[in-house]
């Protein structure tokens, strides 16, 4: 039978109406995020308040620690390696995961990312603004959380966005560069890893609404309508907790706090990122100052504990973390020092004496490096984390170096980088954290000659 035109038209209009709506590829301004409330770290379980807060407490097997959530975290910001097709590719499968399993997360990209891969998912994601200084304040009161997904060096691009911080959100890194000594997890563990420090420490009174348990009295985050998908946060997370007793494993991997002055003593200021902060600036790795390109070594005043120990003629000095330990400092003849150990290395770069070696020394010693008078450069270059600062330091101008203070007074953890490893507390743990398998694995260590890798 011949069916009229009017009426396939109107059937067509009625399909209209019903049609699926527009997929939300588009990019939102961070600063529409709930704000962070910085993390507390300390060693015992504290009242949970309806804000975000993290606890931290010693293992039994080992010296890392246990993360606690007392709440789920929000906003989490995601870091790649670039101009690599394959880690680009697992970031939009990661992001995709987070957004079906866990709607009440908000994905945070840097500005480049987010215009990357924005096409390629069906929800909204927030970056920052292009200027440095304004990004790391938004980025320093929105972030939760924090996951890498390359090498180390993306690790220490991360960490970099914090670096005038003075706490840190936790880091889940995913190794997919080119040694990823400081990263644990395989990126095929993605889904396991994140549950993992999602749920850490989440309780099943904390996910009634899916259990049938007890309903969480605690508030929920937002109360602006755009961020409420329904069941949020754990509640809307199905199948097993793991239990108040259980936690991601944290390592809290020290930093140096770095400051500049003049020849007068005054501190340097300028503004929020590393090549012109308005204050101290907290290394991952190492802070190095180095002759550049002036053909002439530099001769550096060097004082420890507020004592002058030498005068160093060398192509530059390096202060290293026990993390950085591994790093430049290795590559100049620098010992290795555990992640655990609260110290900081002192390296000399190409000394002109054989009998400079370098020195190991408690983390919270302060050193100083000052520019000698006798210098034939006027002027040295200064690099933290491998990003140079936008001017040198000149002759009678002072580099300030002390680890960073990782516990209060009050015995709280507060500052560091809290590194997320492998495993939770409460289940079977033999206490290793990776580190000695990362020495023989990735760096080789006294690997014999002429045997095949």
């Excluded at 011949?2 to 059937?11: F, G, L």
């Excluded at 215009?115 to 009161?141: G, K, N, W």
């Excluded at 961020?227 to 239990?243: N, P, V």
């Excluded at 020849?263 to 204050?279: L, Y």
Aim: charged share 20%; proline share 6%; aromatic share 8%.
């Amino acid at each position: 039978m011949k069916v009229p035109r009017r009426k396939i038209i109107s059937a067509l209009s009625w399909r209209r109406q019903f049609s699926a709506t527009a997929l939300r590829r588009e990019i939102r301004d961070i600063g529409c995020l709930p704000d962070q409330i910085h993390p507390r770290y300390q060693g015992k379980l504290m009242p949970l308040f309806p804000l975000v807060l993290l606890t931290v407490t010693e293992t039994r097997n080992n010296d890392l620690l246990s993360l606690q959530w007392p709440a789920p975290p929000r906003n989490i910001l995601l870091v790649k390696k670039n101009h690599v097709a394959a880690v680009t590719t697992s970031l939009v499968d990661f992001a995709n995961h987070i957004h079906s399993t866990y709607p009440s997360l908000s994905i945070v990209l840097e500005p480049r990312v987010a215009s990357e891969i924005h096409e390629s998912v069906a929800f909204p994601v927030y970056t920052t603004p292009p200027d440095r200084d304004a990004a790391a304040r938004f980025l320093h009161h929105k972030v939760d959380m924090t996951t890498t997904l390359g090498g180390d060096g993306t690790i220490l691009h991360a960490s970099s966005l914090f670096a005038t911080s003075p706490r840190v959100p936790p880091i889940l890194s995913f190794s997919m560069g080119t040694l990823g000594f400081l990263s644990e997890w395989k990126f095929q563990e993605y889904k396991r890893a994140f549950r993992e420090v999602y749920m850490s420490g989440a309780g099943v009174g904390d996910r009634g609404t899916v259990l049938g348990e007890k309903a969480s009295t605690s508030k929920p985050f937002e109360e602006n309508g755009e961020f409420e998908r329904g069941l949020t946060g754990w509640s809307s997370i199905r199948g097993k907790s793991m239990g108040s007793n259980r936690g991601a494993r944290v390592l809290l991997r020290n930093r140096l706090k770095v400051g500049i002055f003049s020849a007068s003593g005054e501190r340097i200021k300028g503004g929020d990122s590393i090549e012109s902060a308005d204050g101290y600036v907290y290394a991952m790795n190492e802070v190095n100052i180095h002759r550049g390109k002036d053909p002439h070594l530099a001769i550096v005043e060097v004082f420890v504990g507020g004592r002058f120990l030498t005068e160093a003629v060398a192509d530059g000095m390096i202060i290293s973390t026990p993390t950085g330990s591994t790093a430049y400092s290795l590559s100049s003849g620098g010992s290795i020092i555990h992640p655990l150990v609260s110290s900081l290395l002192l390296t000399p770069i190409c000394p002109r004496s054989l009998s400079f070696r370098p020195l190991v020394l408690p983390a919270n010693t302060p050193v100083t490096l000052r520019l000698s008078e006798k210098n034939r450069g006027r002027e040295v270059e200064v690099s933290v984390d491998g990003v140079r600062r936008s001017k040198g330091v000149g002759v009678g101008m002072e580099v300030r170096v002390q680890g960073e203070e990782i516990r209060s007074a009050t015995g709280e953890w507060e500052g560091g980088i809290p590194s997320i490893m492998r495993g939770s507390v409460g289940a079977e743990a033999n206490g290793d954290d990776g580190w000695v398998g990362g020495l023989n694995g990735l760096l080789k260590f006294n690997y014999p000659f002429g045997e095949e890798s």
